[in-house]
């Protein structure tokens, strides 16, 4: 198996990697004193607002032993407000730090940043690209809660032309599972041809419904997800795909008994608070899933002899 040295997009992952790495974050749940990446030094460099990504990866390298260095906001508290080129700011980062983690509002800001950095970099989101370890730590949640990833069905719901987090799960799930999805998505809000052209290519079955209560009476795993306010330039086009799907209390006896409901969070109005004690409910168990597979991440990236 071939070493990762960095990640930015779903497709890297190999079966043999995700096996090895879900792996390491059990064994890290059950004890992680037995791994540190002591002196090592995490950069958290974000150019976008976030809370459960950021704060779990600095969490991830602290329960490890490392330490991190940050900017609050880089896109206004960094030199790329003075003009500095992404590449300058990567080439002097990774001189001061052994792993970096960067958000960008740029798609395709994560290649670029690895293309100039001396160490391992890690895609955090890219614009309306990729979110790797978003979907990784999803992945993890659905095999823990079902066992097994193949034959289920997946049914992504809500913003899935400009959802990073939906782009890179699909991805992921169909290179190796057979897996069918069912999308539900305002019409300006459908999922982009690229990957439904790679779902042909792997010959993965999916449709679109456009009645919310059939598509997640027929699903495994209900996949939410916010209309992103933040990627409208036309704030009609998105007051029309808002707040159009939502879990509440009468969604629930329309969901199978073993289905599981995963949100990559924030949550607007697609999930009622009222349904969060439904075990079914997975969204919080998700994000915290994100330190675990964060940390065996960092510490795969920190030591390639393990990834054989």
């Not at 037995?34 to 950069?43: C, F, I, P, R, T």
Request: proline share 4%; net charge negative; with cysteine.
């Amino acid at each position: 198996m071939s070493h990762l040295s960095h990640v930015v997009e779903s497709q890297q992952f190999s079966l043999d990697f995700l096996e090895k790495l879900f792996s390491l974050a059990d064994q890290m749940r059950a004890d992680k004193s037995q791994y540190n990446v002591n002196g090592k030094v995490l950069a958290s460099l974000f150019y976008e607002p976030s809370t459960r990504t950021r704060l779990s990866f600095e969490s991830a390298m602290l329960q490890l032993g490392g330490t991190v260095i940050s900017t609050e906001n880089a896109k206004e508290f960094s030199s790329h407000s003075k003009g500095e080129s992404l590449e300058d700011s990567i080439r002097v980062i990774s001189g001061y730090a052994d792993i970096i983690a960067i958000r960008h509002f740029e798609i395709g800001t994560a290649k670029r940043a690895a293309s100039a950095s001396k160490v391992p970099v890690i895609n955090a989101g890219d614009g309306a690209g990729q979110h790797p370890t978003q979907a990784l730590l999803d992945l993890y949640t659905i095999k823990r809660s079902f066992d097994q990833l193949d034959g289920l069905t997946i049914c992504m719901v809500g913003d899935l032309r400009y959802g990073r987090t939906v782009r890179s799960l699909s991805y992921l799930l169909a290179r190796f599972f057979k897996v069918k999805f069912i999308f539900v998505a305002p019409p300006i809000c459908k999922m982009n041809q690229d990957i439904l052209d790679y779902f042909n290519e792997m010959n993965i079955e999916s449709e679109d419904e456009d009645d919310f209560t059939t598509a997640v009476s027929k699903a495994d795993c209900i996949y939410m997800t916010r209309i992103q306010k933040e990627r409208f330039l036309d704030m009609q086009r998105y007051d029309k795909a808002y707040n159009q799907y939502r879990v509440d209390n009468s969604t629930i006896p329309h969901l199978k008994e073993n289905a599981i409901v995963l949100h990559p969070l924030p949550r607007l109005e697609e999930i009622n608070p009222e349904v969060d004690k439904d075990p079914r409910m997975k969204y919080f168990e998700q994000a915290q899933n994100g330190v675990w597979v964060r940390m065996a991440l960092i510490y795969l990236l920190l030591n390639p002899e393990f990834q054989a």
